[in-house]
């Protein structure tokens, strides 16, 4: 019970926060990221406990492309299936600068009151 | 349901799970899954399928809560990125549900669609008997096989691409990836698969009767647009003549020649009122060509799907 309570804690948040660091991830980084790349360079950046499953990338990625806040290109592969190559237009980078300053007002004003309820 | 212990037994668990949903989203959710997992088991050469597996649940999650997450997602954003419904056609008037065609971009994009099918549908037709017969004839030579090969994999890209453009014309959803040729395999049994899928076969079906199909849009919708322009215009023509062309020895008829069931003169006693009954029925033309643009365009959308993607991936 508990647990499950948790994990729904976790997703809700995850709804919006995904999107964010996926525009972080795709914004940092030189080249074209696919799928999987982009599931591993997010695997190594949490050591532990994954907060969200690498399954749930994908489905945000298509949408953010549907919204242009990134384009992708289809490239064949010797090992499965063909891979999608997404990289972060402009428009996405203007909305992470967004994004990112609603998260850091978020962060701080939640923080004001768990700190505030620990001390 | 027992832990997938093979990545053949996570996508069919991972496919029970879509079980209902769009085929265009599952086979999107199929090929997201088997890139990771291919990829995952690449990454450890140094352990077994069904080890690499076990760890699978843990990091890009089982095959329900996958599909839980495609669910939502897909459902989040057709919400937000769906044309929003023309505002007439809430209202129970039938007549402004009539002209409220006009209204809704996707009827003008459906018109487009009809124009485009023309080119796209020679384009499509050539490409596929072309690379029929040169696959027919390269049979015995050496280059046969990777000649063959090449060709299914672009009228893949194409259907994909024909998707694509379906999707954003009617809203239709459609795969966001080619079919590809599956695991690395001998060229002969690459072959073999691809003649053994129906996909195949029904993919280069629809690139051939694109032509029938786009000569029959194509002329649809030009002889709708010319004629309902041509009755829209009449008006405005008989305008000039009178006050431009006046000093001009015209006669005051205004002539249509060659449109069946028109007369080829309107005479002369009563040119205003008949103009005008041809602005009206050209206006007429026009959103009913508008309606049908929409319709034929959205049925032609289900043909393509029902051709292009594979059910249940």
């Known amino acids: 019970m508990d647990d499950s309570l948790a994990r729904k804690f976790q997703k809700d ?77 402009d428009e996405g980078r203007s909305m992470l600068r967004q994004w990112s300053d609603i998260w850091r007002q978020t962060r701080g004003f939640v923080d004001r009151f768990i700190e505030g309820t620990d001390a | 349901m027992n832990a997938p212990r093979s990545i053949d037994d996570y996508l069919k668990q ?47 999650g089982a095959p329900d809560e996958v ?6 997602t897909e459902a989040k954003v057709k919400a937000a990125l769906r044309t929003p419904a023309p505002p007439a056609a809430a209202s129970t008037s039938p007549l402004r549900r009539f002209f409220g065609v006009y209204l809704d971009p996707r009827s003008y994009t459906a018109l487009f669609y009809m124009l485009l099918t023309l080119a796209t549908g020679i384009v499509y037709f050539t490409f596929v008997v072309t690379g029929l017969s040169l696959s027919a004839g ?29 999707e954003g014309i009617t809203g239709q959803r459609m795969p966001r990836r080619p079919v590809h040729p599956g695991p690395a ?82 005479p002369s006693d009563h040119p205003i009122f008949a103009s005008v009954l041809l602005f009206v029925a050209g206006l007429i033309i026009l959103t009913t060509l508008m309606h049908l643009a929409r319709a034929l365009v959205r049925g032609h959308a289900s043909l393509a799907k029902s051709l292009l993607v594979v059910p249940g991936a």
């Open chain 1, 13 to 89: 948040l995850n709804s919006g926060l995904v999107a964010l660091v996926l525009l972080g991830v795709l914004d940092s980084s030189s080249e074209d990221l696919y799928g999987y790349e982009i599931a591993k360079r997010l695997q190594r950046a949490n050591q532990g406990e994954a907060l969200f499953k690498e399954g749930t990338i994908y489905p945000v990625l298509r949408a953010l492309a549907a919204q242009g806040l990134l384009t992708s290109r289809v490239v064949p592969s010797y090992s499965g299936p063909p891979r999608r190559y997404y990289r972060i237009t």
């Open chain 2, 14 to 60: 991972l496919r029970v799970a879509l079980e209902g949903q769009d085929p265009a989203l599952m086979q999107d959710a199929l090929y997201d899954a088997e890139e990771y997992l291919r990829a995952e088991v690449a990454a450890h050469p140094g352990k077994s399928e069904a080890d690499v597996l076990e760890l699978i649940a843990s990091t890009y």
């Open chain 2, 67 to 72: 599909a839980a997450a495609y669910r939502d």
């Open chain 2, 138 to 166: 390269f049979a015995i030579l050496i280059i046969g096989v990777p000649f063959f090969l090449a060709f299914i994999g672009i009228a893949r890209v194409i259907a994909l691409g024909e998707g694509r453009l379906l």
């Open chain 2, 185 to 266: 395999a001998g060229w002969w049994t690459r072959i073999g698969e691809m003649l053994k899928d129906v996909r195949t076969w029904t993919t280069l079906a629809y690139l051939l009767i694109m032509l029938p199909l786009g000569i029959i849009y194509f002329t649809l919708a030009i002889t709708g647009l010319s004629v309902s322009a041509a009755f829209i215009g009449m008006p405005l023509l008989l305008l000039a003549q009178r006050l431009v062309w006046s000093h001009f020895d015209f006669a005051d008829d205004i002539t249509i020649a060659g449109v069946p069931g028109i007369p080829d003169s309107i």
